[in-house]
């Protein structure tokens, strides 16, 4: 089971831009799925989280530009950005907390993380 994040590149500051991140291999369950950021030379946090139940969070940064999504079937976990940044910009990693077939206990996957770098 993997973490497959696609849709960073380059935008302009004032863009928009969607990633998205998969679920991939013998997934049984999937509950909570995020994003965190890592801009350059600094720690990684949270962005933006959505449980099962469809209810959200967001990083103060980021609230009222941002709108996570997904979609249960696909196992995929959706972010649209709108109003860029140059801060930002941000490698983007994918976390899920999700069960394996034939697992019994619940694990905290991490994605290999998309650039998204926004331009002034």
């Known amino acids: 089971v993997q973490l497959q994040a696609s849709g960073g590149g380059l935008v302009q500051a004032g863009g928009s831009l969607r990633i998205s991140c998969a679920a991939v291999g013998s997934v049984l369950a999937v509950n909570t799925m995020g994003w965190y950021r890592q801009p350059p030379g600094k720690g990684r946090g949270l962005v933006a989280m959505?449980?099962?139940?469809?209810?959200?969070d967001y990083a103060d940064s980021v609230r009222g530009r941002f709108a996570i999504s997904r979609d249960h079937a696909k196992n995929t976990v959706y972010l649209e950005m709108n109003t860029l940044k140059p801060e930002d910009t941000a490698v983007y990693y994918c976390n899920a907390n999700l069960r394996r077939n034939g697992a019994s206990v619940w694990e905290n996957i991490w994605g290999q993380g998309t650039l998204v770098t926004v331009s002034s």
């Open positions: 959505i449980n099962h139940d469809g209810t959200t």
